[in-house]
């Protein structure tokens, strides 16, 4: 989608310098919790936020067309849709688009629960939610998130622009669901939109908000999946990753949570070969 390592910085720093010091101000204006603004966890979620879509691109890029060609080719029809969706206006195009990946995105995120734990644990490892959290993410999770994106798409023919925007503007929204403010939708706009307090309980510590809201944007995907739970009136006690204290260097630094998954592999490792 993008060409060189200068057009992706591009659009990071058209979306996030744009919109992350708006959603900033609302939060320090009208905070749910009282979060300092700089702390450990902001260094180590803005490291994450420039690591991510600077330095991963190019890694991206080639596990993309590696997929193209070897893969799907073959074995798939290419762009099933492509001649009736670019009929339709763009407009069109975009909201569809949008819907598509956040279903998109409820699928992966369920897959990183059940499958890569140890690497999405990294997003989940914060003691308070505000809008930076968004940016924290495991580098290769990154890699498993765009190859669920680009698979799909790849089929489905969507036009490469309508695409653009439909992330554009999925991006923004997940940035505003994990800002630090007590704001939840009235009536029946709770079962049609996420909120920031319907993500919060995806990132409750507590048993109750264990594997629940997926869906970043549209919650009748969890619904569908039986996996929403929206309690009115309450809000989930803490945040965090069960069983991990946040002295853990899960916590600490961005070196310390890009390790953890590797560190609980090797320990699994030697825990096998010890016990055979």
């Known amino acids: 989608m993008f060409e060189t390592l200068s057009e992706n910085l591009l659009f990071f720093v058209k979306t996030y310098i744009l919109f992350w010091p708006l959603f900033v101000l609302i939060e320090r204006a009208f905070p749910y919790k009282h979060v300092p603004f700089f702390s450990r966890d902001l260094r180590t979620e803005l490291i994450s936020g420039l690591f991510n879509p600077v330095f991963m691109a190019h890694i991206n ?7 193209s060609i070897y893969i799907l080719t073959p074995y798939l029809p290419f762009q099933i849709f492509n001649a009736t969706i670019e009929t339709w206006p763009f407009t ?14 409820y699928l992966r995120h369920r897959f990183a629960h059940r499958f890569i734990w140890n690497f999405h644990a990294m997003h989940h490892a914060v003691s308070d939610l505000r809008a930076s959290v968004h940016f924290k993410m495991h580098p290769i999770e990154t890699i498993v ?11 489905l023919g969507f036009n490469a622009h309508a695409i653009l925007w439909g992330e554009y503007i999925f991006i923004i929204y997940n940035l505003w669901n994990h800002i630090n403010i007590n ?4 009536s029946v706009f709770r079962y049609l939109f996420a909120s920031p307090n319907f993500h919060k309980w995806h990132h409750a510590k507590g048993i109750e908000g264990k594997d629940k809201n997926f869906c970043s944007i549209f919650p009748i995907f969890d619904i569908l999946g039986k996996t929403y739970y929206y309690p009115k009136g309450q809000l ?8 991990v204290d946040n002295t853990d260097p899960l916590y600490q630094s961005f070196s310390g949570a890009f390790m953890y998954p590797f560190k609980k592999m090797y320990k699994q490792f030697k825990k096998e070969e010890t016990s055979s």
């Open 61 to 67: 890029k080639l596990l993309y067309t590696f997929c």
């Open 92 to 105: 069109l195009q975009v909201a569809l688009a949008i819907f598509l990946i956040d279903f998109i995105q």
């Open 145 to 155: 998130n765009n190859l669920f994106l680009i698979i799909i798409l790849y089929v």
């Open 183 to 186: 704001l939840s939708y009235p």
């Open 236 to 243: 989930p006690e803490s945040y965090g990753v069960m069983k």
